[in-house]
């Protein structure tokens, strides 16, 4: 086989939860358009199967799911479901995130439990319930998505002259966990030939206000923010045999940010 075939997902089968989201649309852009067959779950059934049409409308082979990643009955149900349809999976996208700390550090206690039970407790079930699957079939690849905020400190002074909330622990919190979360899954599925990575995202554009854009572009080596096409590549390359011998790793997509 020759190397950029290796790269192809043709005949495989992918779950990218929070999938109609600012990272989410280009990871299932992205293994759809390198030939897999797209399950994309959330909470909200109408706006992702919007999503999903307009993603068949361009060729893709993409399906909305519905599943509540803080509720372990919804999980199970999802992979109940999934795994009554197709025969395999071959890639799981743990991509969903609550943010339910809108106050930053002076949100109440219940918020930070809230968002334990999905971007932790939630994480750790749908791994186990599809990595288990995987581990029967000998294959797959789990890619969990991480950030440069559970890497890294905060730097308040990008916020500054901003409305905007920083400083919220819950996130910094999960998104160091799954960073190491990311190699225990990897130690513990290894053997049955499960690979799982880590993607450390950071620094995607949003419409954020002018000062904080600036002051951001100055923090990476490429000078400036991600776009809604930087984060394929490497989905690509994680999901397909490419990376077949890549399992534990943490691998920055942040324009050199975390490496200053």
């Known amino acids: 086989m020759k190397v950029l075939e290796t790269f192809s997902l043709n005949g495989k089968v992918a779950l990218v939860t929070g999938g109609a989201g600012l990272y989410g649309r280009q990871i299932v852009d992205a293994l759809a358009e390198a030939g897999a067959k797209v399950f994309v779950a959330a909470r909200s059934r109408a706006a992702l199967e919007e999503f999903a049409a307009s993603r068949r409308e361009r060729g893709s082979d993409v399906e909305a799911l519905t599943f509540d990643q803080g509720d372990e009955k919804?999980?199970?149900?999802?992979?109940?479901?999934?795994?009554?349809?197709?025969?395999?999976?071959?890639?799981?996208?743990?991509?969903?995130?609550?943010?339910?700390?809108?106050?930053?550090y002076k949100s109440a206690a219940e918020s930070f439990a809230q968002s334990m039970q999905v971007n932790a407790?939630?994480?750790?079930?749908i791994t186990r319930a599809f990595g288990d699957k995987m581990a029967e079939q000998k294959s797959g690849s789990i890619i969990n998505i991480g950030s440069i905020q559970g890497v890294c400190g905060e730097d308040a002074s990008l916020y500054v002259g901003t409305d905007m909330i920083h400083g919220s622990p819950d996130y910094y919190f999960h998104k160091g966990g799954v960073?190491?979360?990311?190699?225990?899954?990897?130690?513990?599925?290894?053997a049955s030939q499960v690979r799982c990575n880590c993607v450390i995202a950071g620094g995607f554009s949003n419409n954020q206000p002018e000062p904080f854009l600036s002051r951001y572009?100055?923090?990476?080596?490429?000078?400036r923010m991600a776009d809604d096409e930087d984060l394929k590549g490497l989905m690509v390359y994680l999901a397909s045999d490419a990376s077949r011998y890549m399992t534990g790793a943490n691998i920055a997509l942040d324009g050199g940010y975390t490496a200053k």
């Open 121 to 125: 407790t939630g994480l750790f079930i």
């Open 179 to 190: 960073t190491n979360f990311s190699r225990f899954i990897a130690s513990y599925y290894g």
């Open 217 to 223: 572009k100055e923090r990476t080596f490429l000078g």
């Open 74 to 104: 919804s999980i199970l149900a999802l992979r109940d479901e999934l795994l009554g349809r197709v025969e395999k999976l071959d890639v799981l996208v743990n991509n969903a995130v609550l943010r339910s700390m809108k106050e930053g």
